[in-house]
């Protein structure tokens, strides 16, 4: 048998091997911004929102689940069983019979919200207010992507997030985010509040703000690959794939922090050769 340290050292290497591939599965950096191939702009605006949809009725579907479970305290081994039932048939459908997997992603979802209430209860409290601004914050990120991706149409872009300036606002965004977690933090620590309860709203939005930047590259990997990727499985990995999109939103925001420098770099060089100029021609104005 070999030694210990030699078993901990390939278990190690195992193990960045197996991290690797999961995120070379999950994203190809190089073609963070190759928009050049993607497919039609009626495709990949209807894959889309399809997907957005269903994730906006399983959010519903799992606040039912939890109403359900407040009105009779049905929660528990057997609702688990049936999410456990319903997410097999789910991952067993084939992705041709996409409006069947849909409706066993509800089911999975609904008794899902019927079996995390007893889990969670003694460490969060639940009330109607927070599950309403739940499907408040899902249906309005849909909204939002719906407009501003109708609104581009007639400029002739495939998506609004294939602008450059979207680099931009994941930039202010995620900026603005850590400052507001820095005052849940603050108003925490004074308070006395659960942290749980301050995490979860930061928690969401920054969620959804890596979530539609991972939806469009999810989309045209799947398409160049030839995958055959249903609204379902797109939402399945949204949850899989979790710490993908939290390194895909960074390096959004890396790469838009560098090219926003070497764009300031150029402008400050361009500015000093007109100002080179402007004194060269002045001095030659001058000596003639």
Same mark, same amino acid.
């Given at each position: ?17 197996? $991290? ?6 999950? @994203? ?8 050049? /191939? ?12 399809? $997907? ?10 799992? @606040?039912?689940? !939890?109403?359900?479970?407040?009105? +009779? ?13 319903? *997410?097999?048939?789910?991952?067993? /459908?084939? &992705? ?5 997997? @849909?409706?066993? *992603?509800?089911?999975? /979802? ?13 460490? !969060?409290?639940?009330?109607? +207010?927070?599950?309403? &601004? ?5 249906? /309005? ?27 931009? !606002? ?28 301050? *995490? $979860? ?52 925001? $890396? ?13 400050? @060089? ?19």
């Amino acid at each position: 048998m070999p030694p210990l340290s030699r078993r901990l050292s390939a278990a190690i290497r195992t193990a960045k091997a197996a $991290v690797k591939s999961y995120f070379c599965r999950c @994203i190809d950096f190089r073609t963070l911004t190759d928009f050049m /191939t993607t497919p039609t702009y009626l495709f990949f605006h209807s894959h889309l929102t399809k $997907v957005y949809a269903t994730l906006v009725l399983a959010c519903v579907c799992t @606040i039912l689940g !939890v109403l359900l479970d407040f009105a +009779g305290e049905v929660g528990g081994r057997f609702t688990f069983l049936l999410f456990s039932r319903s *997410m097999f048939w789910v991952l067993k /459908t084939p &992705s041709q019979r996409v409006a069947k997997k @849909i409706w066993y *992603m509800m089911a999975a /979802t609904f008794f899902m919200g019927a079996s995390m209430v007893p889990c969670i209860r003694p460490y !969060v409290n639940i009330n109607h +207010g927070l599950l309403m &601004s739940i499907i408040g914050e899902q249906a /309005t990120c849909y909204a939002v992507y719906c407009l501003g991706a109708s609104a581009t149409r007639s400029a002739g872009r495939r998506t609004p997030l294939e602008l450059p300036v979207y680099y931009k !606002v994941v930039v202010c965004s995620l900026c603005s985010y850590l400052f507001l977690l820095l005052l849940f933090f603050v108003y925490s620590a004074l308070f006395r509040h659960s942290l749980f309860l301050v *995490m $979860v709203p930061v928690y969401m939005v920054c969620y959804r703000v890596a979530l539609f930047a991972y939806g469009q590259e999810m989309t045209l990997r799947s398409w160049r690959d030839g995958e055959n990727l249903d609204c379902v499985t797109c939402c399945l990995r949204f949850y899989t794939d979790f710490p993908a999109i939290l390194a895909y939103t960074f390096a959004l925001l $890396v790469k838009g922090l560098y090219d926003g420098l070497r764009r300031r770099n150029r402008l400050r @060089i361009m500015r000093k050769r007109l100002v080179r100029m402007y004194i060269e021609n002045i001095t030659n104005k001058g000596l003639s």
